[in-house]
């Protein structure tokens, strides 16, 4: 049987990062005001940033609070104690602690970033972008910035401006995996697969065969129809502790062995993408293609 047509199927696969770059601002120098700090303050900012991280918020909420006794004008603790808001989904409080932070120092791309953050959480793309901008304007080199603007110009299909972000998000942190798998994405979109591929092979020069990279290694195989070795480079993912990853890697299995004919394989690989995902949608489509059902 002929092979699937996986044109239609291009995700954002390598931008599970939707704001995973958010927290960067509890670490981010020059986010305090220009007066002196207590150590105390500086102390207990870092014990709330860590405790944002282990997903610890009642600790970290404390931790910010105090620092905030000891310093009001302390931006970075103000910016965090806006992220413990914005993961419970306290918008308003979040936007008002972003504001203060921003209101006490502008000359910093942080406050702007978290404010861009919240944006899109709520759904507001135009506005996420801009301040996502005004961060760049303030430090063009702030990557945190950098990656959310690409990414959101990557889903709303403007994957040339998307290309061009990431390229810059790999110049200001080249020891980042994202900014090459988001420029092989990009250019995956816009047809152009000879400078994919040009940038993939750089990109295992310098991080190895990653399994974010793999994944977009072994599209480009199926794209050319070597569908044993585009198995080959996916078997490796399947076992991975990333479990949303080796879904997706079981799903282009799937089409892979539905390019060799495999029907039988094409929809065991299939059941596999979707005993981790009911929604994959590459795995429905190979389910669909091979006349199977949904486990």
Not at 237 to 257: E, L, N, Q, S, T
Request: neutral net charge; charged residues 20%; proline residues 5%.
């Amino acid at each position: 049987m002929g092979g699937v047509d996986t044109r239609p199927l291009r995700m954002v696969s390598m931008l599970s990062m939707a704001l995973m770059l958010a927290w960067l601002a509890a670490v981010s120098a020059g986010c305090s005001s220009s007066m002196p700090l207590p150590p105390k303050a500086i102390a207990l900012n870092t014990a709330g940033a860590r405790a944002i991280q282990v997903g610890d918020f009642a600790a970290a909420e404390a931790s910010l609070s105090v620092a905030l006794e000891y310093s009001p004008r302390f931006v970075e603790a103000w910016i965090n104690l806006g992220y413990v808001e914005l993961t419970r989904g306290n918008f308003e409080q979040a936007r008002r602690d972003f504001v203060r932070a921003r209101e006490l120092n502008r000359q910093i791309p942080a406050p702007f970033h978290a404010l861009g953050v919240l944006a899109e959480r709520q759904g507001q793309i135009a506005l996420a972008e801009g301040q996502y901008r005004a961060a760049l304007r303030i430090d063009p080199g702030f990557a945190p910035a950098r990656a959310n603007l690409a990414r959101c110009l990557f889903a709303r299909g403007q994957y040339e401006n998307a290309r061009e972000q990431f390229e810059r998000f790999a110049q200001v942190a080249p020891d980042g995996l994202e900014g090459w798998t988001g420029q092989i994405e990009a250019l995956g979109q816009l047809g152009r697969a000879t400078q994919a591929e040009t940038i993939a092979v750089a990109a295992r020069e310098r991080f190895g065969d990653a399994p974010a990279l793999m994944l977009l290694v072994a599209r480009q195989l199926l794209d050319r129809g070597d569908w044993q070795d585009a198995e080959a480079a996916l078997a490796a993912i399947v076992g991975g502790p990333d479990r949303p990853r080796a879904g997706a890697a079981w799903a282009w299995i799937g089409v892979a062995r539905v390019g060799l004919g495999d029907v039988h394989g094409a929809r065991s690989a299939a059941r596999q993408a979707l005993a981790i995902d009911r929604d994959d949608p590459v795995a429905a489509l190979v389910m669909a293609r091979t006349g199977g059902a949904p486990p």
